[in-house]
């Protein structure tokens, strides 16, 4: 009877099966600091999408120059109020709105290239890693040769013989972005190529691209995603650091490198606190987000990284305890 049952599939209690995506978000979403980074993140999202309406609202230009009632009689920007929300700049320009124009070149840029470089990195790290011999030998310093370039030295160069502009400062953080990763996924590629399911597929046929493509990529997906991510930060900061040395974006159209630039100029921050304050925090908490969001989604997709670093952590407590 008991075996009866215990067949009997009405008795039974359902199994719910949970795919590794599903997994993954509720790891995610246990992360509190991940949580945090994000919501920051998508208010940076929001504000660079609304730029245009607060343009409407507050009836001012991302590069109109208010000289009248944005600048003392001295010539000093004007604090903060209710004509200017976040202040004016040295010209009597409104840095509320020029913040959220600022947002979308920072996000367009750092996105962009980021994916970019993620792509170039897969490509040349995947075959690197899949075929070796003198294809990797050749891509291999081929990296090191990237790596190798001083990235102040060669902007500057490519600034002088073709001028700043938008275009010029995606070229430059993705030649300098691409090599690291590669390197990475050159490694997991040597590793993986070995593997039981990479043989079986080189024995019914596959040639080397269906098997880098179907095979070996999708085992790639975390470490990409988390590079990505991480490479965000990097490219924002790189682009700011170019606007900010005047090699970025070209003026007068926002970025908060060249806000930054602007505040230094003559030490205008020494009485205008906010033209520092304003950007240089908008930069701060973007690039922590997305590190601290690259930091949980590493976390996330790789369960086994994460209690290593607890168990760390709670033996290091250990220790000083004792």
């Known amino acids: 009877m008991n075996d009866v049952a215990t067949s009997d599939p009405s008795t039974q209690t359902d199994v719910v099966q949970r795919g590794s995506l599903e997994l993954t978000l509720r790891r995610l979403q246990r992360d509190k600091a991940s949580m945090i980074a994000l919501c920051v993140i998508l208010a940076v999202v929001v504000l660079a999408i609304i730029a245009p309406w607060i343009s409407t609202l507050t009836g001012h230009s991302p590069i109109e120059q208010f000289r009248d009632i944005g600048l003392s009689p001295a010539g000093i920007p ?5 004509q200017f929300w976040l202040g004016t700049d040295q010209l009597g320009r409104d840095v509320l709105v020029r913040l959220a124009y600022g947002a979308r070149i920072s996000l367009l ?6 994916v970019l470089a993620s792509t170039i990195a897969v490509i040349v790290g995947t075959t690197a890693g899949y075929h070796g011999g003198l294809t990797d030998i050749v891509l291999s310093r081929l990296m090191d040769l990237v790596m190798s370039v001083p990235f102040l030295l060669c902007a500057l160069a490519l600034v002088s ?78 682009e700011a650091t170019l606007s900010f040395l005047g090699m ?75």
Do not use: H
Request: glycine content about 8%.
């Open 78 to 82: 004007v604090g903060p109020g209710e």
């Open 248 to 322: 970025g974006i070209v003026p007068p159209t926002p970025s908060w490198g060249g806000m930054l630039a602007d505040a230094s100029s003559n030490s205008l921050y020494l009485v205008a606190w906010w033209l520092v304050f304003v950007p240089g925090t908008a930069l701060l908490l973007t690039t922590l987000a997305f590190n601290i969001l690259g930091d949980g989604l590493r976390d996330a997709l790789d369960p086994k990284s994460a209690r290593t670093v607890r168990r760390f952590r709670l033996q290091s407590k250990g220790a000083s305890k004792r």
């Open 161 to 238: 013989a073709f001028g700043p502009s938008l275009t010029l400062s995606v070229c430059v953080i993705v030649f300098f972005s691409w090599a690291p990763m590669a390197r990475v996924i050159r490694g997991q590629v040597i590793s993986l190529r070995k593997q039981d399911f990479v043989q079986a597929s080189r024995s019914l046929g596959a040639g080397p691209l269906s098997i880098m493509v179907v095979d070996i990529l999708p085992n790639l997906a975390a470490p990409i995603i988390v590079y990505t991510t991480m490479q965000i930060p990097s490219s924002i900061v790189f």
């Open 109 to 114: 840029v750092g996105v962009f290239a980021s």
